[in-house]
């Protein structure tokens, strides 16, 4: 995509504005924008996604930072399609979480990078977590691992329950 393409769709990761000739000129950046995300896995996690923000927004003040957007989503840390994640990595901002794992379960290194070749930065509020990088590989693996059995289970369960509802009809 060309520069006056990304310029008209509004997605180019910098301020930007076109002269009567046609030249785009790109202006010098302005004071960091950000947005919170939070994330909880399931529904019944509702209210622990408001607390989430509410600290977020605590921190956020604590620390001077410009917070343009609040971003909510309910989903598994290990779907990479989740909605919400995907428009906020679009989006020029730079991202508040909690923790580490609320952006997403795996990869979270290759995230910050890619964001950093864009300008662009991920602050973590809470970065008291494991620092044993052998401890928290496992811990990680583990998640994933009963994310995988909880979620083969749900399946059977439904596929049960149906088989039921096929018998009793």
């Not at 399609?81 to 609320?102: G, I, Q, T």
């Not at 693996?141 to 596929?159: D, E, H, M, P, T």
């Amino acid at each position: 995509m060309t520069a006056y393409r990304m310029w008209r769709a509004g997605t180019l990761p910098v301020p930007a504005e076109q002269l009567p000739t046609g030249t785009i000129v790109v202006l010098p950046p302005t004071e960091a924008e950000f947005a919170i995300y939070a994330r909880v896995s399931s529904g019944d996690q509702r209210a622990d996604l408001d607390r989430q923000v509410a600290r977020l927004s605590e921190y956020a003040a604590q620390n001077n930072l410009v917070v343009r957007e609040v971003l909510k989503e309910i989903g598994s840390g290990l779907n990479g399609h989740r909605k919400v994640l995907l428009r906020l990595l679009r989006s020029p901002r730079n991202l508040l979480v909690e923790h580490r794992d609320r952006l997403c379960r795996f990869g979270f290194e290759q995230l910050q990078a890619a964001l950093g070749q864009a300008g662009r930065s991920i602050v973590v509020a809470d970065d008291h977590e494991v620092e044993d990088d052998i401890v928290r590989d496992l811990h990680e693996i583990i998640v994933s691992l009963c994310a995988r059995l909880y979620g083969k289970r749900a399946a059977k369960n439904r596929a049960d329950r149906a088989l039921k509802a096929i018998q009793c009809e």
